[in-house]
């Protein structure tokens, strides 16, 4: 899928629902925002008109909010998404980037691969499971798919 280069989103911020967490946990949030918004494909369904857009997340309720604006802040439209569906994938994703972690430090190249092809795997599970639940609402590609994906997880870590 490509759509025309407008299709894009400029700016994501982070409503204060979600709240602020560590350090560590807040420069995770700023490096998926900033891939995110390095490389995209993004436009809501029947939004002829095209972007590019500024998104907003919120969290209501277990579900993720996505307020979407033109770049003169103009709102197009607001999604609600249920987050029920990812609980096991983003929690099946950070054990086994805990596996990851610990294995760098003691593993063999060879065992890391094979961890590291198991995120991978999870990563791009999560990913079509977003794609599949923004069908019909929000089109993006697959590597924005994963970006929002990756965003997802963050929202999600405590540090």
């Not at 961890?115 to 590597?143: A, Y």
Request: charged fraction near 30%; charge should be negative.
């Amino acid at each position: 899928m490509t759509l025309p280069p407008n299709c894009r989103l400029i700016e994501v911020e982070l409503d204060e629902s979600i709240g602020r967490s560590t350090p560590d946990v807040e420069h995770e949030r700023a490096v998926a925002i900033f891939d995110l918004i390095e490389e995209n494909s993004f436009r809501p369904i029947g939004d002829e008109a095209g972007g590019p857009y500024r998104l907003k997340l919120s969290l209501v309720e277990n579900k993720l909010v996505f307020a979407i604006n033109r770049e003169d802040g103009e709102q197009v439209v607001l999604h609600i998404l249920s987050l029920t569906p990812f609980r096991r994938i983003v929690k099946d994703y950070y054990m086994i980037c805990e596996s990851y972690y610990d294995a760098i430090r003691s593993s063999t190249p060879s065992k890391i691969e094979a961890i590291d092809m198991g995120r991978r795997g999870l990563h791009n599970e999560g990913s079509q499971t977003l794609l599949d639940r923004l069908g019909g609402k929000i089109e993006v590609d697959f590597t924005t798919a994963r970006r929002l994906f990756t965003l997802i997880c963050v929202l999600h870590w405590r540090g």
